[in-house]
T-cell receptor
């Protein structure tokens, strides 16, 4: 069985500062993918960044980077230079290659608020 | 943005009535998924499809059925809606299975009274 844990129900950050959103995972699969999605108040789910279990380098997409520590089973999202538009719910998710079928397993999310 | 639309976007219905939600994609992706989102549960997979007429159950499939007669359309049916099926429903697509990225539609908010 797969499990995603996001321990921060809510986070606050000042505009232009960096923030780290925590995500730990549990899986018995050797091959898996880790994803972060953003859900603004308007409700849509926006894909942000992907990290494969065999990728040796941390993924980056613009101001987003994924701090992947395989031995610790963590996949934290780092947002640099926060903007007011970053205020949203953020979900960590994973998809296994062998045992999970095709489903994404989601955490319960972290509500990020960026203060001016 | 991935070309995914969902209809209707909002629906209010009564207990016991059948409801069908539609997901339409213009990306010609093979895989399509239906999730529901509830407070405290994140998103959970209901059913998915890996090709025309090829579907399989997810983790919360009871009370739901799906059909896919064309690559671009994936229908979710609640045979007899219950209040516990009040939720936000998301469709997603991916080009490949495995650990390929899934892209989500805008969601449908369903209220069952």
């Amino acid at each position: 069985a797969q499990k995603i844990t996001q321990t921060q129900p809510g986070m606050f950050v000042q505009e232009k500062e960096a923030v780290t959103l925590d995500c730990t995972y549990d899986t018995s699969d050797q091959s898996y993918g880790l994803f972060w999605y953003k859900q603004p108040s308007s409700g849509e789910m926006i894909f942000l960044i992907y990290q494969g279990s065999y990728d040796e380098q941390n993924a980056t997409e613009g101001r987003y980077s994924l701090n992947f520590q395989k031995a610790r089973k963590s996949a934290n999202l780092v947002i640099s230079a926060s903007q007011l538009g970053d205020s949203a719910m953020y979900f960590c998710a994973m998809r296994g290659g062998e045992t999970s079928g095709s489903r994404l397993t989601f955490g319960e999310g972290t509500q990020l608020t960026v203060n001016p | 943005d991935a070309g995914i639309t969902q209809s209707p976007r909002h629906k209010v219905t009564e207990t016991g009535t059948p409801v069908t939600l539609r997901c339409h994609q213009t990306e010609n992706h093979r895989y399509m998924y239906w999730y529901r989102q509830d407070p405290g549960h994140g998103l959970r997979l209901i059913h998915y499809s890996y090709g025309v007429k090829d579907t399989d159950k997810g983790e919360v499939s009871d009370g739901y059925s799906v059909s896919r007669s064309k690559t671009e359309d994936f229908l979710l049916t609640l045979e007899s809606a219950t209040s516990s099926q009040t939720s936000v429903y998301f469709c997603a697509i991916s080009e490949l299975g495995g650990i390929d990225t899934q892209y989500f539609g805008p969601g449908t908010r369903l209220t069952v009274l």
